[in-house]
């Protein structure tokens, strides 16, 4: 059974920085993908980042490109530089078995984290 568990958010100042981390166990998908998503209050989920398990591509939103840094060893991170008061969400970690595309999408994921909640203040 797979089981993700992340860590690191916190509260940070606009312009701050934070680190996510997420604990995989369970998952022995080689030609799967992980990623990264957030949710704000009121909001859909939506996508971040996402990466490739086999070769290490990645995907980024447009709103966070050139700021976050999707990565992988045997944890998957998200580095967050130059936080925004828009980053303000929960942010969950995913993983899925195995896509011929990068997946995106909240419903292209079947297996989720319980959140780690991260608030920029300006």
């Known amino acids: 059974q797979v089981q993700l568990v992340e860590s690191g958010g916190g509260s940070v100042q606009s312009g701050g920085s934070l680190r996510l981390s997420c604990a995989a166990s369970g998952y022995t998908y080689t030609y799967g993908s992980m990623g990264w998503f957030r949710q704000a209050p009121g909001k859909a989920r939506e996508g971040v980042a996402s990466?490739?398990?086999?070769?290490g591509g990645t995907y980024y939103a447009d709103s966070v490109k050139g700021r976050f840094t999707i990565s992988k060893d045997n944890t998957l991170y998200l580095q967050m530089n130059s936080l925004e008061p828009g980053d303000t969400a929960m942010y969950y970690c995913?993983?899925?078995?195995?896509?011929?595309?990068?997946?995106?999408?909240?419903?292209?994921?079947?297996?989720w984290g319980q959140g780690t909640q991260v608030t920029v203040s300006s």
């Open positions: 990466i490739y398990i086999y070769n």
């Open positions: 995913a993983a899925e078995e195995a896509r011929a595309t990068m997946p995106t999408m909240p419903d292209q994921f079947g297996y």
